[in-house]
């Protein structure tokens, strides 16, 4: 079978320079020209161009059995463990103009592809339970998606906690643009994480109603979640719609629901920069 699939000329073989085996899981990633593949005690970046250049790999001491995308800069990997799953992140994209911000635990990193130094590596010290997300078996076949968007605090040494899962009402399908840590007063303790997205509307049934609303949101740094209630979830997420529109000649007002960018200009005040957003109308 192999002679015939060669002389197709639509096959790249490779090979490596270290021992592995039991490749299971393969994901293509055409935005930034790699290819993941997941194999026993291996993860591994291919640059699609030349399968045969010298890969990149993580090294893990698991049986991998789920690669997803988590973000445009991180995957979400989990492995078999030794019969205990867990589960981490990869941080992978173009290394040379990677812009990185964190704030109190959240990070975000956006690169841009003006580099030829590809970032692949675990991201140190996060471990997650896999229990639910992948087979305790190596032998044992199963498939998943990531199909949850939350908003989570999972560093820093406060609880960790996040938005409630699988509640539309809290976030429905959300993409997130940008981020920013704003004072509320000269005490630091109030200050606040505020983020802007946009969703999908709940009411988009037709008619009137946006399918698509762009949003401003907030949760308080100090959060420690609820006690009774709302335990390891934010008791101060709150977010609202951000509404952009002009009236025409014709006094028809048109209303740009997309939310495309963000960009926060300081103050001499901290606790009032400037706001610019960037919309389009959603379709």
Known sequence: MMPQLMDTRAARPFSFSFNTSDYRILLMDQDQGRLYLGSREYLVALDMQNVNKEPLIGECA????LIEPWNRTHLYTCGTG?????????NRGWRAEV?????VGFTAEIPQRLGE?????LVPGYVDSGKGKCSYDPKQENVAVLIDATLFRTMGGRTAIRTEQYDSRWLNEPVFVQI???????ERNDDKLYFFFREKSLDSSGGASPSVLA?????CLNDEGGQKSLVNRW????????????????????????????FIQPTQ?????MVYALFTTAG
Do not use: H, M
């Open 180 to 186: 920013q840590q704003i004072p509320d007063s000269a």
């Open 99 to 103: 812009n990185t911000e964190t704030v």
């Open 215 to 219: 949003r401003v949101g907030r949760v």
């Open 62 to 65: 698991n049986f991998v059995r």
């Open 235 to 262: 008791t101060t997420f709150l977010k609202a719609r951000l509404i952009c529109s002009v009236i025409g000649e014709d006094g028809v007002e048109t209303r740009f629901d997309e939310l495309r960018d963000v």
């Open 117 to 121: 130094d590809y970032l692949f590596r």
């Open 82 to 90: 030794a019969y205990q799953p867990i589960c981490t992140f990869i």
């Open 269 to 273: 005040d901290e606790r009032n920069p």
